[in-house]
């Protein structure tokens, strides 16, 4: 199987920045498109960020211009770079990918636990 593990969260106040990682390990062949997306209580989750295989990205508008998405292929992991953090940004961030697994060689989606992300001073 796999399994994606989330990691980063934390406290920060207002205008401060956090850099969560999603590293995904075990019967893995290849990863197509890695996400962030984010739970805030009382709402729908919603994608924050998308990056495909091959580095393109796109991003929800209420984050464009403060959060960067990126990936290591190598390290089969995937980061989402948070600056000027406000309270709304406030949620339990998750990671999901598209993951081709061995030996079925079949694409399947898979989420992380999630890390609590609070913006608050």
């Known amino acids: 199987q796999v399994q994606l593990v989330e990691s980063g969260g934390g406290l920060v106040q207002p205008g401060g920045s956090l850099r969560l990682s999603c590293a995904a390990s075990?019967?893995?062949?290849?990863?197509?498109?890695m996400d962030w997306y984010r739970q805030a209580p009382g709402k729908q989750r919603e994608l924050v960020a998308h990056?495909?295989?091959?580095?393109?990205?796109n991003y929800a508008d209420s984050v464009k211009g403060r959060f960067t998405i990126s990936r290591d292929n190598a390290k089969n992991t995937a980061y989402l770079q948070m600056n000027s953090l406000k309270p709304e940004d406030t949620a339990v961030y998750y990671c999901?990918?598209?993951?081709?697994?061995?030996?079925?060689?079949?694409?399947?989606?898979?989420w992380g636990q999630g890390t609590q992300v609070t913006v608050s001073s």
């Open positions: 990056i495909t295989s091959g580095g393109s990205t």
């Open positions: 075990g019967s893995i062949f290849t990863i197509y498109g």
């Open positions: 999901n990918a598209a993951v081709v697994t061995i030996p079925s060689m079949k694409e399947f989606s898979f």
